[in-house]
T-cell receptor
Framework: DVKVTQSSRYLVKRTGEKVFLECVQD?????MFWYRQDPGLGLRLIYF???????EKGDIPEGYSVSREKKERFSLILESASTNQTSMYLC???????????FGQGTRLTVV | GQQVMQIPQYQHVQEGEDFTTYCNSS?????IQWYKQRPGGHPVFLIQ?????EVKKQKRLTFQFGEAKKNSSLHITATQTTDVGTYFC???????????FGSGTQLTVLP
C-alpha cells in the first residue's frame, strides 16, 4: 500500500522556535508538496519539489523553507514560528506531473 | 499558479437530494482530478478526467469534463450522510508541476 507519513499528528510550539515538519513517502515519487489548510481558505501550496535538492515556491512561501536531501523525504521548516502559522499542514506526493496525489494524515501545528 | 474557480464554496442539502459542484478555468486544462476530504481527514483521490467531453461514473457520482476542457462538474445523485466532506478539483500550473487545490466545495448533508 502506498504511504505518505508525516512525523507528528499534533505539535505545539512557542513563538520564535524553529520548527521542522517531516514527510516521508515510500513510493519512489518524484514530486512532493507541502500545503497548509485553514477554514474557508482550502489548501494553499507552500512549496513543492520535483527532484532531490530541487524546490519551487508555491503560493504562500513566506516564513517557510524546505529541504529535500533524499527522494523519499521532504521537510518543511518554519525558521521562526509565529502565531499566524498555526494551521493544519498536509504533505502530498505524486509519481509524475499529472498523476494522483497521495496525502499524509496531516500535522496540526499550534504556535503559542 | 494556475487557478480554477470552484462553485459553490458551501452547499447544504437534505439527505436524498442531488448535489453538483463545478470547476471553471479560463485556460484549457490537460486533465482534471477530483478529490474528497472527509471532516478531520486528508484529501483522497476520486478520479481523473483527460478527454474532451468525458463522463465517468462511480456509483452515485458522475464526473464530467467539458468539451472545451475548461470546466468540469461532479454530480452526486441522492446524497447520503457519507457524502459529507469537501470536494476539490486541483489543477497543474506554473511549471506544470505545481498542483494547486483551491478552496473546494464543502458539502453538508442534513439527515
Amino acid at each position: 500500500d502506498v504511504k505518505v507519513t508525516q512525523s507528528s499528528r499534533y505539535l505545539v510550539k512557542r513563538t520564535g522556535e524553529k520548527v521542522f515538519l517531516e514527510c516521508v513517502q515510500d513510493m519512489d515519487h518524484e514530486n512532493m508538496f507541502w500545503y497548509r489548510q485553514d477554514p474557508g481558505l482550502g489548501l494553499r501550496l507552500i512549496y513543492f519539489s520535483y527532484d532531490v535538492k530541487m524546490k519551487e515556491k508555491g503560493d504562500i512561501p513566506e516564513g517557510y523553507s524546505v529541504s529535500r536531501e533524499k527522494k523519499e523525504r521532504f521537510s518543511l521548516i518554519l525558521e521562526s514560528a509565529s502565531t499566524n502559522q498555526t494551521s493544519m499542514y498536509l504533505c502530498a506526493s505524486t509519481r509524475g506531473s499529472d498523476t494522483e496525489a497521495f496525502f499524509g494524515q496531516g500535522t496540526r501545528l499550534t504556535v503559542v | 499558479g494556475q487557478q480554477v474557480m470552484q462553485i459553490p464554496q458551501y452547499q447544504h442539502v437534505q439527505e436524498g437530494e442531488d448535489f453538483t459542484t463545478y470547476c471553471n478555468s479560463s485556460t484549457t486544462l490537460s486533465n482534471i482530478q477530483w478529490y474528497k476530504q472527509r471532516p478531520g481527514g486528508h484529501p483522497v483521490f476520486l478520479i481523473q478526467l483527460v478527454k474532451s467531453g468525458e463522463v465517468k461514473k462511480q456509483k452515485r457520482l458522475t464526473f464530467q469534463f467539458g468539451e472545451a476542457k475548461k470546466n468540469s462538474s461532479l454530480h452526486i445523485t441522492a446524497t447520503q450522510t457519507t457524502d459529507v466532506g469537501t470536494y476539490f478539483c486541483p489543477v497543474l500550473g506554473g511549471s506544470a508541476r505545481q498542483l494547486t487545490f483551491g478552496s473546494g466545495t464543502q458539502l453538508t448533508v442534513l439527515p
